[in-house]
Structures are given as C-alpha cells and as structure tokens.
C-alpha cells in the first residue's frame, strides 16, 4: 500500500539533503501545500540527476510508486545521517585528537571514511566501527575504494547483506561489515570493494 501523499512528497528539507549528498543539483521539488509557496513546483530534473535517482531506486513520473522510491531513498539518506557519527564522537572512541582524526580521513592510504553536508563538519558512517574501534581491515578496504564513491552506495554496500558471502557456521549470506567484524579473509571484500 502506498502512503498518502503528505508521507510521498518529497519536502523542502529532504531535498536540500539529497542535494547535500550529491544526488541531485539545481531542481526544485514539489513541496507540501503549507511550505512556501516560491517552492511548490514540478522539478525539471537535468538527465544526469534522473539517472542518479534511478540508480538509488526512483523511478521519474508523477506515479505514487515513484514518489515512494523517491521518498525511500530520501528515508536511507536521513538513516545515514541519523547514524553517521561527528567528528567528537569518533576522537573519543578512537582516543585520537580532532586533529589526528582528520589525518586519518585526509591522507592516503585513507584509515576513516567521511563525508560532509552543506556547512557542518565530517559525518563519520557507523559502519566503520565496532565497540570501541575501527572493523578489521578498514584501512585496506579503503585503500580499494575509488575516492570518487558515494557514500551511499559504500555504505550500502558495507551492510547489505551479499551473495557472496556466507557464515561458515549459519551457512547464512551476511553484509561485508559483518564478514570482517567475524575476522574472516578480507580478500573478497576487498576485492568487491574496488568495484565501488
């Protein structure tokens, strides 16, 4: 069943973090009947920015499906923010300075993954860590990773569960950040890794 269209509806704000992210530049949505009025208009979507929500799982017509597909990836974005640890917090897990931290994520070969939002500082995906750590092989895993990945789709890739990968003891399939965080062979993950 699909929503209603006030749960459909692409908002102002949820626009301005995909736009944040970098999966779409310089449309407007269409918003709420109550948000400003400057706003409420269809998006003339450029090709590029049709084909990076197609590939996050929209489908581009006035269809409520796809206004579902939108308002899901638009859901994963907020998720990922939600989740995303600020610089204080990783320093303090990790006992490094700020300033280290950002060495970490800085120098090659990178040892963090981070990404920014318009005017805030570093985000740091959960699913680089474990307790009070990194998960095993991270700086590898990295090092395999093309700077140029979105970070949505390596942390989809970190925790979506793969075909390719299965718990010897279950014999059920797992995430890539579950298979280094059990300590098994982090070749395989690193190879898919450098296809990201």
Not at 172 to 189: H, K, M, N, T
Request: aromatic share 4%.
């Amino acid at each position: 069943m699909v929503p209603g269209n006030e749960h459909s509806t692409v908002s102002l704000a949820d626009y301005e973090i995909l736009e944040d992210l970098g999966i779409v530049h310089g449309a407007r949505p269409q918003c709420h009947e109550s948000e400003n009025r400057d706003v409420h208009s269809s998006p003339q979507l450029s090709a590029g920015d049709q084909n990076i929500l197609v590939s996050g799982g929209a489908v581009i017509d006035d269809a409520p499906q796809s206004q579902e597909a939108v308002r899901e990836l638009v859901n994963e974005c907020w998720e990922l923010i939600k989740t995303s640890l600020d610089q204080e917090s990783v320093a303090s897990l990790l006992h490094v300075s700020t300033e280290m931290l950002s060495l970490m994520t800085i120098r090659p070969p990178r040892e963090l993954h981070s990404f920014r939002l318009k005017n805030s500082q570093p985000l740091y995906p959960a699913w680089q860590f474990s307790v009070s750590e990194t998960i095993p092989h991270l700086r590898s895993l990295l090092s395999q990773v093309s700077p140029d990945a979105h970070v949505l789709s390596l942390s989809r890739f970190m925790l979506e569960t793969s075909p390719d990968l299965e718990n010897s003891d279950s014999g059920q399939r797992i995430s890539p950040r579950d298979w280094l965080v059990a300590g098994y062979d982090p070749e395989p993950v690193v190879l898919m890794a450098s296809d990201l």
